[in-house]
């Protein structure tokens, strides 16, 4: 390309076109029998609070990872970037910094009418799982990429494909047999802080990752069924 052409990123190749590699079809009742076992599947992942201290292989989070970077993005920018903290140092930083800005929201912040939104799930300013939970996968949205000569680079839908990845990221471990909580500490940008990310990057959310406590509860919610969540016309 050009030198007075779009910036790109580093190392880009406009890619050729190729027959569509490992497509598979299924039988109609086979696939409804797969997505049937799929969605079996998914409805026992609950949000967790509570979790078990005892480490998980690291390689099994490297591969959760890779399937939440095959999601779609934008472009094909994928803004995505996953900061996996184990070291019981970071999380305690950023137990502190998140509980900060936590007991603010209780306590001042947070509207009556969100704090009556939370009741039924219990929550408050204390956050013992951030140091508890074995990982803490700190999600971050790249709000735009740095080609090699420093210029910026536009990327597209971020939130949408960052929002994306990150629910393939919680099937993902939810499969493997691990539990997860996507946790928000608003604002968040003390993340930048902690882990040294660059300013392009935007904490899109902190995911809580381990074995539930042996005593983990969780409320006794309802999924809404598919007529409320979906229409056909
Ligand atoms: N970030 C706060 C409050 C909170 C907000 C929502 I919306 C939730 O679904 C759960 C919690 C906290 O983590 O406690």
Redesign the pocket.
């Known amino acids: 390309m050009s030198s007075d052409s779009t910036p790109e990123p580093p190392g880009w190749q406009r890619p050729g076109f190729v027959p569509l590699p490992d497509y598979r079809e299924y039988p109609p009742d086979e696939m409804l029998s797969r997505a049937r076992a799929f969605h079996a599947e998914l409805s026992r992942r609950r949000t967790v609070r509570d979790f078990d201290p005892r480490g998980v292989p690291r390689e099994i989070i490297e591969q959760c990872l890779l399937t939440a970077g095959t999601a779609p993005s934008g472009a094909h920018r994928q803004p995505w970037r996953f900061v996996v903290v184990s070291d019981s140092d970071i999380k305690r930083q950023i137990r502190e910094a998140?509980e900060a800005?936590?007991r603010e929201?209780?306590a001042e912040r947070?509207p009556k009418e969100?704090l009556e939104?939370?009741a039924p799930?219990g929550?408050?300013?204390d956050?013992p799982f951030l140091e508890t939970a074995p990982y803490l996968i700190a999600i971050f949205a790249e709000r735009y990429g740095v080609a090699g000569d420093g210029k910026h680079l536009q990327n597209y839908y971020v939130t949408e494909s960052v929002g994306i990845a990150t629910g393939m990221l919680i099937a993902a471990l939810h499969h493997a047999g691990l539990a997860t909580l996507?946790?928000?500490?608003?604002p968040m940008g003390f993340l930048n802080e902690l882990l040294g990310r660059p300013k392009n990057e935007r904490p899109f959310l902190l995911l809580v990752v381990g074995y539930p406590a042996a005593d983990a509860r969780v409320p006794d919610l309802q999924r809404k069924p598919l007529d409320d969540i979906a229409a056909f016309r």
């Open positions: 998140a800005e936590e929201f209780y947070a969100w939104a939370l799930l929550t408050d300013a956050k996507t946790h928000t500490p608003s």
